[in-house]
């Protein structure tokens, strides 16, 4: 057993029961987009969380440590995404990475956007035209230091 096989065991019983993300992430008592990170392996449990996922999903006392431990982050299966959706974020970084980095850079100066201080949002955004994605990443200013 390893974390991979817990994230399989979580997806097939979403899957099979019709769960949706939302409603799971009401019970454990965090935004929907960091609940699927926890369940998608991108996330630390805490032993609450743990439990409350464990009752949902089906999940052992061993299936429920295994969500307490830290995992490797942003694994993908390959460099370059492959699935559609995954592809066309790393399009947006690639066509939109230096506008970014430069308007952050000239509004806050020398530093990074933290991806551990760190929110997210969806939504879907009614248009006439065709339904929109509204994405808001919010990150901690980090400043480099001198030293």
Request: glycine residues 8%.
């Amino acid at each position: 057993m390893n974390r991979n096989d817990v994230t399989e065991k979580i997806i097939t019983v979403k899957v099979s029961k019709g769960l949706k993300w939302e409603e799971i992430a009401k019970k454990v008592g965090q935004s929907k987009e960091w609940t699927t990170a926890l369940c998608l392996g991108q996330m630390t449990a805490t032993p609450a969380q743990a439990k409350t996922l464990g009752k949902i999903f089906g999940l052992n006392a061993e299936e429920q440590k295994w969500l307490q431990v830290v995992p490797y982050k942003g694994s993908l299966d390959t460099a370059v995404p492959t699935d559609p959706l995954i592809y066309r974020w790393y399009e947006i970084v690639s066509v939109y990475g230096t506008t970014i980095k430069e308007l952050i850079h000239e509004e806050f100066g020398d530093g990074i956007m933290s991806a551990i201080d760190f929110s997210m949002d969806i939504q879907r955004q009614k248009d006439p035209k065709g339904d929109r994605v509204n994405v808001v990443l919010s990150g901690k200013f980090l400043p480099y230091k001198t030293y």
